[in-house]
């Protein structure tokens, strides 16, 4: 019996060994490929290290995993010992640490954490997390494949990890499912970065290029088969994921055979598509797949990060498919099923042609058709090219009514006509497609004019095909099952989701909000513009179809149809009371709205073309507005009339937007200038000059210092408004630009482009910061939410999306330090912030605002620590050899004491602000008086320098810490030594006090966190394992319930102490994270770092990481 227990643990370990493609394994001999000894491999029993040895959990060419215990964290670890070559030692041993402290500075919860490196008694160990669960191979069936949302769900997160590791430059290069575990919480984690090369460094190349094949064949790329180390990247490990992607979809390889074979098909052939194998897959779905295993890299999906957007919004589709449709459509759905299936297979002779059809709509698919048809030489074939791409074009760049296509019975008979000629052409195959295409322009004109009830398009909108979801194979994520029916940890049967029991109807879909965005879908055209209201309660959209909705911003759900405009609404906007919109529409028309009732409340008339653009000043009486006629109006909205015309541009305007006092108003078009006006006289201010095309969008900053605009250029254009000039460029759409804004403080901006993505810009140093793709057409605007945690997009697609900003670029970021910032302490009143920092300086902020106040200068070297005392006008602080107080309301230094003949290392006062604590770089720890600058104790001496001090919220205890492992507690009154305390070899380099005074927290250099009883020193379980790299600061919650670190790699890690699951993560610091601390007032998480800033975190908006 314990031998098949024994045997089904290793089993489920998931702890793969690459085989002899291992860079680390045994390499060829000189004579006749003979394998050398091997070193580092005699097998281990009882104690390594403090690592108490259990048993062997699986053993391969590189090396051999063992089940071991750290003696000292008291948790199970798999212990890696790797295989070494006897004659290369040195070589190999160099690559395989530089490779394991690659893996070791990855964290994320896809990721099997790597907890030490190191080498002990000669022998070289990686010790990982112990994961008990079964590897992804095991759920791989061709007969039972897992349901396709499960796929998707698993591939998302593993996609997910592969991004977090890709942006710390390090490449897996040996994706395959044995590699991944499904772990007891049916969480994927991807194991074994043994082949992980970090890529960003100059030996990386030499360290693994041994002329070894990296990798699993069956999941190698096309660059990596031919052993083309230079083009191997993240793109090698997208391609690896798309393999699986295609195995779990299909229960099969897409290249299976002998080794040489399949390496031949990696490299030569196209895979059978997935649909060809499991009928009824999505063929959206499908197309990320193949995406991903495209040969070409600059074919293939761009980034793992891509990839998990891409299936998000699939999978927030498929959520919105499931919600409005029921069982009375069973009859459509097998009819379109077999249409779908038929499609495919006409499809699957040109790879070319199905990518076409399956990824983009209407004459998307058309335009792309065009390019797959382009070897063709034959007149009629170039007659239709022209007509397709002109269409195309007409779509994507006009906005005018009478230029925005629309399907006539006339384009119906010239497409049918000229794929009729073809048909009588010998390229059969290339009509077979048009009509195809014929078949969806003609839904599309039939769609669009037929009436909301109209029979025939209500059939046609209930055959939307939805994959069957009756397999019967193990769920490795568990979503649909049902917890209670097993233990935990182990796989569960699916459970097929029953249909609804009555026809659904169909209202205005929302998806849910997982990762992904709420997709707010109801206007059955183009959205041409989204605002949020001033209190973020409500979202305004104008669209193509006539209408103004009204949305629940949070919920997505629509509350008010507004109808009146005769067509397309170009612009809307809502005034900071919340008691009134304004649209403006191809109608000539301004129209007036109550968001209450939606009832119209006026109509503003005088414009001799299109609005394009309103805007309402910050008290709410005045709007703006923008006209195709060339023409700024401004409008008194109590006597409802125009009160000034500004003429000066000499084509289209088609922004206009008043700046954050409304003394000035920007507007711009298509005459290229970005004009600024005075609002009270109605002249001209100034010109900027630089696009060079149409400017759709523009914007002032919130402090009116700056503007940006973007247009038909592909650029977004950011302008000091003092001096006229353009400071930045930014690039990186690959289409026109037709929406941009800032955020509310001004240190983001945000665009939209026809390219289909939404991205984030620095607007300080004019750097892309992220970037979102989801929608299926172009885009025409972007506003963020009053608060700058939401991101609002329209597009041609008929949605709205709204996203979430990314924790990291909410940080107000404070800038002014010329070195690296080590602490930060905030005033007693909690409006002041003050840091120090290297540059020898203490500085003082605006806690609020951000901005910066006084610089105290006078240490002359590195200031080390910083506090307040009982008054917002004392601040202390220590450096060099001395402890200095200082006025803040003044900026004068009122007492200096020199405090050790040596330097300052650590730095602490009571709560009482009656004393002082330092530490020095000798390891003497003293106190002193705060008001006469006397030495009251000298307590015991640390072997090594002083990391740390702290004292005891209740004023009690004084604790140091320092390089020699070790942490101290005295008695304040005395100075007795209370309890020396040791949790780890590791030199300790921060401490923190609970604030119940009951416990202290030590962070090390190895990345350890220890939490210790004060009374009696017992060491609490559950809480070590903060990640790899030193721990630089530690800081309680006001509430002391989190646990809060600041890392070496950037990161801020936030923990429930013996809650494993309770993680928050923060990132955004470039370099390591010297401090944290929180402000006792707003719950803002306060951090410092390398970068030379310091950031302020909502911290309460935080979301976990599991």
């Not at 209190?535 to 909705?549: P, T």
């Not at 005033?827 to 605002?849: F, H, K």
């Not at 610089?855 to 060099?880: K, M, P, Q």
């Amino acid at each position: 019996m314990d031998e098949t227990r024994d045997s089904r643990q290793t089993r489920l370990t998931g702890h793969d060994l690459p085989g002899d493609n291992s860079p680390l394994a045994s390499q060829p001999g000189a004579e006749g490929g003979v394998s050398r000894p091997l070193a580092n491999v005699a097998s281990l029993t009882g104690s390594f290290g403090k690592y108490l040895v259990e048993r062997c959990l699986g053993e391969g060419a590189m090396g051999t995993v063992y089940l071991a215990t750290d003696s000292d964290l008291q948790r199970p670890v798999a212990l890696k010992i790797p295989k070494f070559e006897a004659a290369a030692t040195e070589e190999i041993r160099e690559r395989f640490f530089v490779e394991a402290r690659a893996a070791a500075a990855l964290r994320h919860t896809n990721l099997c954490p790597v907890y030490e490196v190191g080498e002990i008694d000669g022998r070289c160990f990686l010790a990982m997390a112990y994961i008990d669960g079964r590897p992804l191979s095991d759920f791989v069936s061709p007969d039972h494949p897992l349901p396709v949302d499960q796929v998707a769900t698993i591939i998302t997160r593993l996609a997910d990890g592969l991004a977090h590791a890709h942006s710390r430059d390090v490449v897996h290069r040996d994706l395959k499912p044995s590699n991944v575990i499904i772990d007891p919480q049916r969480e994927p984690i991807l194991t074994d970065f043994g082949l992980a090369r970090q890529s960003g460094t100059p030996d990386a190349a030499r360290l693994t290029g041994t002329g070894t094949i990296l990798g699993s064949p069956a999941y190698m790329s096309p660059e990596q088969a031919r052993g083309r180390l230079h083009e191997i990247g993240p793109r090698s490990d997208v391609y690896s994921l798309g393999v699986m992607f295609y195995e779990l979809l299909t229960g099969r390889l897409p290249f299976e055979g002998g080794i040489a074979e399949v390496l031949a098909q990696v490299i030569n052939d196209e895979p059978d598509p997935p649909s060809a194998i499991r009928q009824g897959l999505d063929p959206q779905l499908e197309t990320i797949c193949l995406d991903m295993m495209a040969k070409p890299l600059d074919r293939r999906t761009a980034s793992a990060a891509e990839v998990a957007v891409e299936i998000n919004a699939w999978l927030a589709r498929q959520s919105d498919t499931a919600t409005s449709s029921g069982i009375a459509n069973l009859d459509a759905f097998d009819s379109s099923k077999a249409v779908g299936d038929a499609r495919r297979e006409q499809l699957e002779n040109d790879r070319h042609l199905a990518d076409a059809l399956i990824g983009q709509g209407r004459l998307s698919m058309a335009a792309r058709i065009v390019d797959a048809m382009s070897g063709v030489d034959d007149p009629r074939y170039r007659e239709f090219s022209e007509w397709a791409r002109s269409r195309k074009l007409d779509i994507q760049k006009s906005r005018r009514p009478g230029l925005v296509v629309s399907y006539t019975a006339a384009d119906g008979t010239r497409f049918i006509d000229i794929s009729g000629r073809l048909f009588r052409a010998r390229t059969i195959w290339i009509a077979t497609a048009v009509v195809m295409v014929t078949c969806l322009v003609t839904l599309e004109w039939y769609f669009n004019h037929s009436p909301p009830n109209d029979p025939v398009q209500l059939a046609v909108s209930q055959t939307t095909p939805t994959a069957p979801n009756n397999e019967t194979k193990d769920d490795p994520t568990g979503e649909t099952s049902n917890p209670g029916e097993s233990e935990p940890g182990l796989p569960l049967p699916l459970t097929a989701q029953p249909p609804p029991t009555t026809p659904q109807p169909t209202p205005p879909a929302v998806s849910p909000r997982t990762d992904g965005p709420m997709v707010l879908s109801g206007h059955s055209e183009e959205v041409r513009q989204v605002v949020f209201s001033s209190d973020a309660r409500l979202l305004i959209s104008g669209s193509e179809d006539s209408s103004v909705r009204i949305w629940d911003a949070t919920s997505g759900r629509m509350l008010l149809n507004c109808t009146g405009h005769d067509d397309t609404v170009e612009s809307v906007a809502i005034n900071p009371a919340g008691s009134m919109i304004a649209s403006g529409g191809a109608d000539d028309l301004i129209r007036l709205w109550n968001p209450v009732t939606g009832k119209p409340l006026g109509i503003l008339r005088g414009h001799e073309d299109t609005v394009t653009h309103v805007d309402f000043t910050p008290d709410g009486n005045t709007l703006v507005s923008a006209s195709d006629d060339n023409t700024v109006r401004l409008w008194d909205l109590q006597a409802r009339k125009e009160t000034r015309l500004f003429n000066g541009h000499s084509d289209s305007v088609n922004v206009a937007e008043f700046n954050h006092d409304a003394t000035r108003i920007l507007s711009a078009g298509a005459d290229t200038d970005v004009v600024l006006w005075n609002t009270t006289t109605g002249k001209q201010l100034s010109v900027l000059e630089g696009h060079t095309e149409e400017i759709w969008s523009g914007m002032f900053s919130p402090d009116g210092r700056q503007a940006v605009t973007s247009g038909d250029d592909h650029t977004i254009r950011i302008w000091d408004l003092a001096t006229s000039k353009e400071v930045a460029s930014l690039e990186g759409h690959t289409d026109e630009v037709n929406g941009v804004c800032f955020s509310p403080n001004g240190r983001l901006i945000a665009s939209a482009g026809v390219d289909g993505l939404v991205k984030i810009w620095d607007a300080v140093a004019h750097t892309e910061l992220a970037t979102f793709k989801g929608h299926t057409d172009y885009l025409w605007d972007v506003a963020f939410s009053p608060d700058g945690t939401r991101l609002a997009s329209a597009s041609a697609d008929a949605t709205v999306r709204v996203w979430n900003v990314p924790q990291h670029l909410l940080a107000k970021i404070l800038r002014g330090h010329s070195e690296p910032v080590g602490k930060v302490a905030v005033s007693p009143d909690g409006r002041e912030l003050a840091s120090c920092s290297m540059d020898q300086t203490v500085r003082l902020w605006d806690a609020t605002s951000g901005r910066p106040g006084r610089v105290l200068a006078g240490h002359s070297h590195w200031v080390w620590g910083i506090a307040f005392g009982n008054s917002s006008d004392t601040l202390f602080s220590a450096g060099d050899n001395t402890l200095r107080q200082w006025n803040t309301r003044t900026g004068k230094e009122e007492q200096k004491v020199e405090v050790t003949d040596g330097q300052v290392r650590a730095f602490a006062l009571d709560p009482k602000s009656q004393f002082a604590v330092i530490g020095d770089n000798a390891g003497r720890l003293t106190t002193w008086t705060l008001d006469t600058g006397r030495k009251l104790l000298s307590l015991s001496r640390h072997a090594d320098e002083i990391s740390d001090v702290a004292v005891s919220p209740d004023g009690r205890w004084i604790a140091s810490c320092g390089l020699d492992g070790t942490l101290a507690i005295h008695s304040s009154s005395d100075g007795k030594l209370h309890r020396n305390l040791s949790g780890s070899k590791a030199k300790l380099q921060c401490l923190s006090f609970r604030p119940d005074s009951q416990h202290i927290a030590a962070g090390s250099h190895a990345g350890d966190v220890f939490v210790w009883m004060v009374a009696d020193g017992t060491l609490q379980p559950g809480v070590a394992d903060a990640g790899t790299d030193v721990i630089f600061r530690l800081a309680w919650t006001p509430d002391g319930k989190r646990l809060a670190s600041a890392h070496g790699d950037g990161r801020l890690v936030v923990r429930q102490p013996g809650d494993p699951d309770d993680l928050i993560t923060l990132e955004g610091h470039r370099e390591g994270a010297l401090s944290v601390c929180f402000h006792p007032r707003t719950g803002e998480m306060i951090s410092s770092s390398f970068d030379h800033t310091i950031r302020m975190w909502p911290f309460l908006n935080a979301s976990r990481s599991r």
